[in-house]
C-alpha cells in the first residue's frame, strides 16, 4: 500500500514568507507526527496528532508555528515569518500502533 | 533536545564485515526503536525492540537492549555496500508517543 507521502519535496522561501508543508499518512493511521531534522543531527519532534486533535506540540519552537489536521487525516505545518533558522527537513510520520511509518520530508530552505 | 546518543559517529567497514552501532538514552523507555536514513530524507523503520525484551532479530539485523544501562547495540551483519547510511535510534519515553531520536551513526561499507 501508499506510503506516507509529502509535498512539496523542496521548497525554496525569502525570510519573512508564509509556506504551508504537507503531509498525507497511511490511510487509517490516526496517529500524526511533525519532526524537524537538522543537518547532521537526528529528527527532534515538533507535534502530534491523534485524529483530529494535538494531543502534544510541547515540540512547536515558537507561536510562528503552527500545525492543523481537520479531517483526521491530511495535515498541513504551516511557518509564518519564516527566518533562516527554519531551514531544515521537515519530516511527517504516521503510526497505528508503536512504529512510526516516515514520509521523504520537505526540504525547506529559507533564503 | 535530543535524548540518545550513538557511538560511533562515524563507522567505516569492509563489504562482508558486521558493523556494530551503540545507543544511550536518560530516561525510562516504553520501546526503543531503530531507523535507517540515506542521503539525509526519509527515515525506513528496520526495528522495535520493547523494554520487556532483551534482544531481538531481524533478517541480517539483531538488537539487543540493557535497560539497567540504558543502552542499546544493533549490530548488522554481513554488511553489503547498499547498508551505507545513517542509523540512529529512537526511543519511545514511557508514557508518551513521541519519538526521541539520537544524532546517528554514519556507516560506510566500501565494496
Known amino acids: 500500500g501508499a506510503g506516507v507521502s509529502q509535498t512539496p519535496s523542496n521548497k525554496v522561501t525569502e525570510k519573512g514568507k508564509y509556506v504551508e508543508l504537507r503531509c498525507d499518512p497511511i490511510?487509517?493511521?490516526?496517529?500524526l507526527y511533525w519532526y524537524r531534522q537538522s543537518l547532521g543531527q537526528g529528527p527532534e519532534f515538533l507535534i502530534y496528532?491523534?485524529?483530529?486533535?494535538?494531543?502534544?506540540d510541547s515540540g512547536l519552537p515558537n507561536d510562528r508555528f503552527f500545525a492543523v489536521r481537520p479531517e483526521g487525516s491530511v495535515s498541513t505545518l504551516k511557518i509564518q515569518r519564516t527566518e533562516r533558522g527554519d531551514s531544515a527537513v521537515y519530516l511527517c510520520?504516521?503510526?497505528?500502533?508503536?512504529?512510526?511509518?516516515f514520509g521523504p520530508g520537505t526540504r525547506l530552505t529559507v533564503l | 533536545s535530543q535524548q540518545g546518543e550513538e557511538d560511533p559517529q562515524a563507522l567505516s567497514i569492509q563489504e562482508g564485515e558486521n558493523a556494530t552501532m551503540n545507543c544511550s538514552y536518560k530516561?525510562?523507555?516504553?520501546?526503543l526503536q531503530w531507523y535507517r536514513q540515506n542521503s539525509g530524507r526519509g527515515l525506513v523503520h528496520l526495528i522495535l525492540?520493547?523494554?520487556?525484551?532483551r534482544e531481538k532479530h531481524s533478517g541480517r539485523l539483531r538488537v539487543t537492549l540493557d535497560t539497567s544501562k540504558k543502552s542499546s547495540s544493533l549490530l548488522i551483519t554481513a554488511s553489503r555496500a547498499a547498508d551505507t547510511a545513517s542509523y540512529f535510534c529512537?526511543?519511545?519515553?514511557?508514557?508518551?508517543?513521541?519519538?526521541?531520536f539520537g544524532a546517528g551513526t554514519i556507516l560506510r561499507v566500501k565494496s
Open positions: 510520520a504516521s503510526s497505528s500502533g508503536d512504529t512510526q511509518y
Open positions: 490511510s487509517g493511521h490516526t496517529a
Open positions: 496528532f491523534q485524529g483530529t486533535g494535538a494531543a502534544d
Open positions: 530516561t525510562s523507555i516504553n520501546n
Open positions: 525492540i520493547r523494554s520487556n525484551e
Open positions: 529512537a526511543t519511545a519515553p514511557f508514557g508518551g508517543n513521541k519519538l526521541v
